[in-house]
């Protein structure tokens, strides 16, 4: 059977953008599922959810558009941490940005919790040292896309 532009319509009319706290359950409940080896690195990192990434985010990632910036890892990457002699200024945290969260869960049409779970391995595979296009392939996408 296939399904019809009506049936579309239907599902989308269904459906109905998480909270920021839903946003944060979910995405600590995804981080607690990870296995084992990653959650002993990344240990017990809090997860802020906030419409829009500030500008110290954009700056620092140097992204332009805040639609592209999902999520943000804070902290001093696990590769770095043995070089610093002082522990860091702020604490570690992983931001989660609702609106381009949920515009690119529109774009892409899968479960919500899909493109969180896509988010968070993202900015962890950058917490492990990777760069974009390995943090992209961790994700299972192709880095020339």
Known sequence: MTSGPG????????LRAPSAEELAVLGERLLAELPAE???LVGMVPIRVEDWPDEAALAWTECE??????????AVPI?????????PEEPEMIFLYRLPI?????E??????E???????????HHLGL??????RVEGRDPGD
């Open 7 to 14: 049936d579309r319509i239907a599902r989308l009319a269904q």
């Open 38 to 40: 990653i959650r002993t």
């Open 65 to 74: 558009d805040p639609l592209d910036l999902t999520g943000f890892y804070r």
């Open 79 to 87: 590769g770095e941490r043995h070089a610093q002699a002082l522990p």
């Open 102 to 106: 949920l515009v690119e869960w529109a």
């Open 108 to 113: 892409r049409g899968c479960a919500l919790e």
């Open 115 to 125: 493109v969180v779970f896509d988010v968070l391995t993202h900015e962890i595979a």
């Open 131 to 136: 760069d974009e296009e390995g943090a992209l």
